[in-house]
């Protein structure tokens, strides 16, 4: 009925085929990590320079800056401000 020819040439076609097909997957997926972990980068910088920004603005108000991390606290205050409160 049915009569499958196994030669050489045709499992070679496979095996470019399927080694093709997993090549690109591996190319991808790479590409993939590499991307995820830039735009990772990306924003963790941009939210480290927004959080400093934002802790120099308030600074500049010459008032106590609370800073928490987790159990960690902090009270910030601009050493210019301390600096001018002495010579007066």
């Not at 009925?1 to 399927?18: D, G, N, R, T």
């Not at 990590?33 to 480290?48: D, E, M, P, Q, T």
Request: proline residues 3%.
């Amino acid at each position: 009925m049915f009569k499958h020819e196994c030669s050489p040439k045709k499992i070679l076609h496979i095996a470019l085929i399927v080694w093709l097909i997993f090549a690109t997957l591996y190319v991808v997926y790479g590409e993939y990590n590499r991307l995820s972990k830039f735009v990772a980068n990306r924003a963790y910088n941009a939210g480290l320079q927004e959080a400093v920004t934002q802790i120099i603005t308030e600074s500049k108000k010459c008032q106590p800056i609370p800073v928490n991390v987790g159990e960690l606290q902090a009270t910030l205050i601009n050493l210019e401000c301390l600096q001018g409160a002495e010579e007066e």
